[in-house]
């Protein structure tokens, strides 16, 4: 597997708070992505990076931000946390324009 | 604009015979395409990638996939279905204009299931 890890893997929290999800790569890939999830929409996108600190959103961006201040990690933060971000998230790095992307393993996320 | 349909959510096969997981697509501009497959409570992991050379694709596992751009499919094959082969499968697209061409677009999967 290509070096991405996902933190924490699991994460309950309660309606209203922030949460932090981490992505961490070891392959010097330009870009990252942060996809959700869920039954029946596949894997949609949230928001993506080109590069340290040049990030965009993709479509179901709303009640998350990113931040990108180094190569290897991206953070994803949902501001104040709903029962609609249950979720799994999924990191993902890609190397140029149109190569494959490499996908962690993915956080799992209840907003109770 | 580009999009991608898989044209089954659920495939059942018998383990020795062959699958067929399809997918049209849409798409602008010359478009990559990919299979992705997903095993249970794991991450997507890529099957096989067309990008405009040979249009039958062989990937990993036995699959292959054949880019017919005068039907605008994609469609994943493998001859003979392994019960390890029981997975959910993701069609993407990517391929667009200007600031977008990073942006991949997935199909909503095909869950294959092998019988014994």
């Known amino acids: 597997d290509a070096g991405i890890t996902q933190s924490p893997r699991h994460k309950v929290t309660e309606t209203g708070t922030p949460v932090t999800l981490r992505c961490h790569q070891t392959?010097?890939?330009?870009?990252m992505y942060w996809y959700r999830q869920d039954p029946g929409h596949g894997l949609r996108l949230i928001h993506y990076s080109y590069g340290v600190k040049d990030t965009d959103k993709g479509e179901v961006s709303d009640g998350y931000s990113v931040s990108r201040s180094k190569t290897e990690d991206f953070l994803l933060t949902l501001e104040s946390a709903t029962s609609s971000q249950t979720s799994v998230y999924f990191c993902?790095?890609?190397?140029?324009?149109?190569?494959?992307?490499?996908f962690g393993n993915g956080t799992r996320l209840t907003v109770t | 604009a580009q999009s991608v349909t898989q044209l089954d959510s659920h495939v059942s096969v018998s383990e020795g015979t062959p699958v067929l997981l399809r997918c049209n697509y849409s798409s602008s501009y010359s478009p990559s395409l990919f299979w992705y497959v997903q095993h249970p409570n794991k991450g997507l992991q890529l099957l096989l990638k067309y990008t405009s050379a040979a249009t039958l694709v062989k990937g990993i596992n036995g699959f292959e996939a054949e880019f017919k751009k005068s039907e605008t499919s994609f469609h994943l094959t493998k001859p003979s279905a392994h019960m390890s082969d029981a997975a959910e499968y993701f069609c993407?697209?990517?391929?667009?204009?200007?600031?977008?061409?990073?942006?991949?677009?997935f199909g909503k999967g095909t869950l294959l299931t092998v019988n014994p």
């Open positions: 993407v697209v990517s391929g667009g204009s200007g600031g977008s061409n990073y942006k991949l677009t």
């Open positions: 392959e010097n890939h330009r870009y």
């Open positions: 993902a790095i890609q190397s140029s324009y149109n190569s494959p992307l490499h």
